[in-house]
């Protein structure tokens, strides 16, 4: 059962606009939170994370908000840029339970020049 | 660093064939894990290790699928025999084993069964 779930397959925005990636989860123990983004051909890497006792998390242009109320976290991208276009995954973990990390089915995000 | 290191790249093989993909985690990592990915389930654990031993399995799929991690610096995931359903990417990460750290994935294993 997908723990992890991520709903929009795809997403297309014009460059310089916001992008908005959303994310739900079903585990009330998952306590720690992460983005991947991943080219094709290429491993996923590590964007951004947010612990269960923030709400939000900035780095540069990308923003983690998370509402535990909800199971729901989002990725903000603002302004979007052409080489944000990748396949974006949201990742959950138990750290009470061990660090292993569970993944959504990705979103693959368009930013169109 | 080189990064989490996986081989081969691109298999393919034939269905009833044993499949041996190959990672070698970044040194210094306690934690090993092995995703599958797909359209439908996306980045789908099959099985985590810490310290060498497996700590959750309950990700792979059926009897098939055994996974072995014999030191530190080496594991395996081997399919015997392969079937066309098996065809995926196959991908290794490591992470550091301390809290709120993230996972370094390897560049992945595609593998196709026909």
């Known amino acids: 059962d997908q723990q992890v779930k991520q709903n929009s397959p795809s997403l297309s925005v014009q460059e310089g606009r916001i992008s908005i990636l959303n994310c739900d989860y079903t585990?009330?123990?998952?306590?720690?939170f992460l983005w991947y983004k991943k080219y094709p051909a290429e491993g996923p890497t590590f964007l951004i994370s947010i612990s269960s006792i923030k709400d939000k998390n900035e780095d540069g242009r990308f923003t983690v908000f998370l509402n535990k109320s909800a199971k729901h976290l989002s990725l903000h991208i603002v302004p979007s840029q052409p080489g944000d276009s990748a396949v974006y995954f949201c990742?959950?973990?138990?750290?009470?339970?061990?660090?292993?990390?569970?993944f959504g089915t990705g979103t693959s995000l368009t930013v169109i020049p | 660093d080189a990064g989490v290191i996986q081989s081969p790249r691109h298999e393919v093989t034939e269905m009833g064939q044993e499949v041996t993909l190959r990672c070698k985690p970044i040194?210094?990592?306690?934690?090993l894990f092995w995703y599958r990915q797909t359209m439908m389930r996306g980045l789908e654990l099959l099985i985590y290790?810490?310290?060498?031993?497996?700590?959750?399995d309950s990700g792979m799929p059926e009897d098939r699928f055994s996974a072995k991690m014999p030191n530190a610096s080496f594991s395996t995931l081997k399919i015997q025999p392969s079937e066309p359903r098996d065809s995926a990417v196959y991908f290794c990460a490591s992470s550091p084993g301390h809290l709120n750290t993230e996972a370094f994935f390897g560049q992945g294993t595609r593998l196709t069964v026909v």
């Open positions: 585990n009330s123990m998952f306590d720690y």
């Open positions: 040194s210094g990592h306690n934690s």
């Open positions: 290790f810490n310290n060498n031993v497996p700590i959750d």
């Open positions: 990742a959950a973990s138990d750290r009470g339970t061990g660090n292993q990390f569970y």
